[in-house]
Nanobody
Framework: QVQLVESGGGLVQAGGSLRLSCAAS????????MGWFRQAPGKEREFVAA????????RYADSAKGRFTISRDNGKNTVYLQMNSLRPEDAAVYYC??????????????????WGQGTQVTVSS
């Protein structure tokens, strides 16, 4: 069992940066891939980024490439999402998700086993 708690969301101007954190509890954190998803009002939850168990492999949605960076610190049971050059269309609730296996290339919400409650990101134009 893994519990996930996101933090770091907030209001930022377009072009600004935020770093989201996801603190995990549970013995299986370091055994699986981790991901970030987001959901804007009226839209489906969508994949943003994922990272492999040891952090050596990552995958990004096209919208995140070159602007967002996912990383993890297994010693701290934490995964991060550094978001730069934020745009109004990045505004959404951001969710951290965990898999029990090290399959980082999947992007569907049904591919992940555990979810956090989400943190709101608002980008003003």
């Amino acid at each position: 069992q893994v519990q996930l708690v996101e933090s770091g969301g907030g209001l930022v101007q377009a072009g600004g940066s935020l770093r989201l954190s996801c603190a995990a509890s549970g013995r299986t954190f370091s055994s699986g891939a981790m991901g970030w998803f987001r959901q804007a009002p009226g839209k489906e939850r969508e994949f943003v980024a994922a990272i492999s168990r040891c952090g050596e492999y990552t995958r990004y949605a096209d919208s995140a490439k070159g602007r967002f960076t996912i990383s993890r610190d297994n010693g701290k049971n934490t995964v991060y999402l550094q978001m730069n050059s934020l745009r109004p269309e990045d505004a959404a609730v951001y969710y951290c998700a965990a898999r029990t296996t090290d399959v980082f290339w999947v992007t569907g919400t049904s591919d992940y086993d555990y979810w956090g409650q989400g943190t709101q990101v608002t980008v003003s134009s």
